[in-house]
């Protein structure tokens, strides 16, 4: 008998219930994001959880919009970097400052559950850094920026790193304040990622792929990789980069800085989509 309906089955898929569109019995899956808001809570309807959702989102955006009016004042770039944890984004941050170091001024908010070991790093090369913890919280938020922006010295024409918890899933859904996204999936994850974790791929301007040196010790196909991003977003740029031998990072740094010149140019805050 099915543990969660008592329906007969002995395992948890199987026929499909009025009141539970997203338990589908003898189909091998279940899915519970198939509703308006694309989650499930146990004991609420998808009408609460949109109000809900609006709520919190709208609180979120309009702290946002102030962090992106103050980063527009100051001519800053702002980038948020978001990735599951272990995609090597601190050691690519790491050399991205030591290259930008003497050339173009750059500060880093560093988004962590506990410790500061990322932020200590971040210090050693030179550039300011501020650590924010957010005990059990999964990803940071705008207002979370905002006071760390408060904090932190923001030269004008500089570049602003944001990294986020080590998460794909919670960051997707709220915006920093930045004005680009970009995501990190290194080669020792599977290709599939884009595909699992779509809604964080498909906001992101730009994916790169690290690790680039373990692509002959790994099972990872870097065309398969592309095409499941471009799959989940036609327009996302894919730069291939190695933070360890440097392999790449031209690409990265000749990106970086044609959008920082543009955003100087033009730094207007765009409120968030």
């Not at 984004?89 to 962590?112: C, M, Q, S």
């Not at 990106?255 to 955003?263: F, G």
Request: charged content about 20%; proline content about 5%.
């Amino acid at each position: 008998m099915c543990t969660v309906c008592g329906c007969g089955t002995s395992h948890v898929h199987g026929h499909k219930h009025d009141d539970d569109p997203d338990h589908d019995h003898g189909t091998g899956h279940v899915h519970f994001g198939e509703g308006d808001t694309g989650l499930s809570v146990p004991g609420m309807s998808q009408s609460r959880l949109i109000r809900l959702e609006a709520d919190i989102l709208g609180k979120n955006d309009a702290h946002a919009d102030r962090n992106r009016t103050l980063l527009a004042e100051k001519t800053v770039l702002a980038l948020n970097l978001v990735s599951s944890p272990g995609s090597g984004k601190t050691t690519l941050l790491v050399e991205t400052l030591k290259r930008l170091a003497g050339k173009t001024p750059a500060a880093v908010i560093e988004g962590d559950q506990q410790t500061s070991n990322d932020a200590d790093r971040i210090r050693e090369t030179g550039a300011p850094a501020i650590q924010i913890n957010t005990g059990k919280g999964c990803h940071l938020d705008a207002h979370m920026v905002g006071h760390a922006l408060e904090k932190l010295p923001l030269e004008p024409g500089g570049i602003l790193f944001i990294e986020n918890v080590g998460n794909l899933v919670c960051p997707a859904g709220f915006d920093l304040g930045e004005a680009f996204k970009v995501v990190i999936l290194s080669v020792t994850e599977g290709e599939d990622k884009p595909l699992k974790y779509p809604d964080i791929f498909a906001k992101a301007d730009v994916m790169i792929l690290n690790k680039t040196d373990l692509l002959p010790h790994v099972d990872f196909c870097v065309g398969a990789a592309v095409a499941n991003a471009k799959r989940v977003n036609s327009g996302i740029r894919v730069l291939q980069v190695s933070a360890r031998t440097g392999e790449g990072f031209d690409g990265w740094m000749s990106w970086l800085e044609d959008v920082r010149t543009v955003h100087a140019a033009n730094p207007a805050p765009l409120a968030a989509e």
